[in-house]
């Protein structure tokens, strides 16, 4: 577990991950400090949205020292009304966010919370090639979202009851990618064939960069590389016994 620290308002503040994910959580504990000048953070009833995500502070005391925990909403089983101090989800969901946004050029990301609401296919859940297509919200906590079926005969034509209403979080039990592509702006397309976007295109039918699979484990394999690297040079400097 790696665990993140800053000091807000001389306060120890602990954010924890599974992952090394440094540029996300100090995002989050910038945030923090800087919201802390405007209100009082350390209020139990305080709560960051941030992003995707949401956000809480947990007091704790460890031999008669206390700090805080960033707790996060538990998004894998019920983020309504659960907590976790494990902040992997949301870190890993911000970056994948970022990076789409960043690839793809877009200048005003339209934002999602993990409460908000998306429009899916039952039929397109468990299928290979589906589609996420964006439209104008019609209510407070719609999205504006659709999850439905690749080259769909029966589209626009389906049973009320062939439709259900999910919470963005749910994506990230049966199509966890799908998550990256929330905060883009009205009229955007994605594509994806199984749990990998294949395509993604603006209003117009713009096609818009994107990292892709292909992209992503070279850029592993590239950083084990480097690490690997770095070990043997470590050890080629170590005086011999």
Request: proline content about 4%; glycine content about 2%.
């Amino acid at each position: 577990m790696y665990i993140f620290e800053a000091e807000i308002n001389n306060k120890i503040i602990k954010l924890y991950s599974n992952y090394p994910l440094k540029n996300a959580a100090t995002a989050v504990l910038r945030t923090l400090k800087a919201v802390s000048e405007k209100t009082n953070i350390f209020n139990p009833t305080f709560a960051l949205n941030y992003g995707w995500a949401r956000f809480f502070l947990s007091k704790r005391t460890d031999k008669n020292n206390s700090y805080y925990v960033v707790q996060t909403a538990d998004y894998r089983n019920d983020p309504m009304s659960l907590r976790t101090d494990d902040c992997s989800d949301a870190l890993i969901v911000q970056n994948m966010q970022v990076d789409t946004n960043v690839k793809a050029k877009v200048e005003k990301p339209e934002p999602t919370l993990f409460s908000d609401t998306i429009l899916v296919l039952k039929e397109a859940i468990n299928a290979d090639d589906v589609y996420l297509n964006r439209t104008e919200p019609t209510q407070n906590g719609d999205s504006g979202w659709y999850f439905g079926l690749l080259n769909d005969e029966k589209e626009d034509n389906h049973e009320p009851d062939e439709l259900v209403t999910l919470r963005t979080s749910e994506l990230m039990k049966f199509r966890s990618e799908a998550l990256r592509v929330l905060q883009m702006p009205v009229g955007t397309l994605a594509v994806f064939h199984k749990n990998a976007m294949t395509a993604l295109v603006d209003k117009e039918d713009n096609p818009l960069e994107f990292t892709t699979e292909e992209d992503r484990r070279k850029y592993i394999e590239e950083k084990r590389a480097a690490q690997m690297n770095k070990s043997n040079d470590s050890s080629a400097e170590k005086p011999e016994d």
